[in-house]
């Protein structure tokens, strides 16, 4: 729920202007049109809503998978196994996004049939922000379950070398009057992104993140980055941090019940295996659509929703404190800002799409 910082020297870009340099570097490199329409709407949005981790500062990681091979451009995924309310896709190596957004509207279209929908995906790869899928949920006036694996990088409770991913979870709630309910988290401390955010704009980190190869704590985002490019040990923590006395192992569990949910049910490669193979990292999702007129009357169920989100804005604050926010409340206030007044990017963030655009032909924003 945290407000995303805005690093000192960014360019200001329209929102417009940018998913049309977006979605144009996507087409130059084979994509079909409207699955690079997809694409850029997620990391857009990404950045819309403050999460600049997983925005398009992400967009020279899919520029060279495509390029080298390991992420397949075109319509490549199918379902291959499937029930009434259930159904496994195979991704075909294909960009995360799109058979994200097929895997979310399935179980959505299943849900509108049998009350729920459940999807699970292997062989895709990273899909963005797991926020995006739960939110196509709401329109349907249905509760939205989104959740991913990734490559290893955060350490489980008591060791020393990372083995799961920050595993994110997401899950969205319509409300009436009141703004949805929206939890996007990832399951370890913070997210990859976050780190290299730091790493980027050369700040140390807050101690606490992650430890180094011989599992003490360190503040460099550097020497994580590095330790993990390298396998050399260390890694993000989980949520709640180090040990048991934060509830660290919780954390730990979320995490494992997202590979279990993404990696096993599915097949999908899962721990030490995600990203394992160099051509294939074989990532997984799962997505959950649950229709609550199939619990009670959708106006009474939104009415009960505002109740509660009204309950707890207007409880007691703490000292130094004026407001209580709700999940997503943040973000959407984030959304709007910057539909107006553009989305910032850091200048490396610009830098690097500088390049590509003139690697690629594409003219660039500004």
């Not at 805005?6 to 490199?29: C, D, I, M, Q, Y």
């Not at 006395?245 to 097949?267: Q, T």
């Not at 490396?348 to 032909?361: H, P, Q, T």
Request: charged share 25%; net charge positive.
């Amino acid at each position: 729920m945290g407000k995303e910082e805005v690093v000192e020297g960014s360019v200001w870009v329209p929102e417009p202007a940018l998913r049309a340099f977006t979605s144009a570097v996507f087409r130059k490199l084979g994509v079909p049109t409207r699955d690079a329409r997809v694409t850029t709407d997620v990391l857009v949005t990404a950045d819309l809503r403050g999460i600049g981790s997983h925005g398009v500062a992400r967009l020279p990681r899919y520029v060279t998978g495509i390029r080298n091979g390991t992420i397949t451009q075109g319509y490549s995924s199918r379902i291959v196994k499937q029930t009434r309310t259930t159904a496994v896709i195979d991704g075909g190596n294909g960009l995360g996004q799109v058979v994200g957004r097929k895997g979310m509207e399935l179980a959505i279209a299943k849900a509108r049939r049998a009350s729920v929908g459940f999807v699970a995906v292997r062989n895709s790869n990273h899909y963005g922000i797991a926020g995006y899928y739960s939110m196509i949920a709401l329109k349907a006036g249905m509760i939205g379950i989104s959740m991913t694996n990734a490559a290893p990088l955060v350490v489980p409770t008591f060791g020393r070398i990372s083995v799961l991913g920050t595993n994110p979870i997401s899950v969205a709630v319509p409300a009436g009057r009141e703004g949805p309910f929206i939890l996007d988290m990832a399951t370890s401390v913070v997210p990859r992104g976050s780190i290299e955010v730091y790493d980027r704009q050369g700040k140390r980190m807050p101690l606490g993140w992650a430890v180094d190869a011989s599992g003490h704590a360190t503040e460099d985002p550097q020497t994580v980055l590095e330790s993990l490019a390298r396998r050399l040990g260390g890694g993000i923590l989980p949520l709640g941090g180090e040990g048991e006395e934060f509830s660290g192992h919780k954390g730990y569990g979320l995490a494992l019940l997202v590979d279990i949910l993404c990696g096993v049910l599915p097949g999908a490669a899962f721990g030490l295996d995600v990203y394992a193979d160099e051509d294939s990292a074989n990532v997984g999702h799962f997505f959950g659509a649950i229709d609550v007129r199939a619990f009670r009357p959708i106006r009474e169920f939104k009415r009960d929703m505002d109740k509660l989100v009204r309950m707890l804005r207007e409880s007691p604050k703490a000292a130094g404190h004026d407001r209580i926010y709700v999940h997503g409340e943040k973000s959407a206030a984030m959304e709007k800002e910057r539909k107006a007044k553009g989305i910032p990017l850091g200048p490396k963030v610009a830098d690097s799409l500088k390049k590509i655009g003139a690697d690629m032909g594409v003219p660039w924003i500004v």
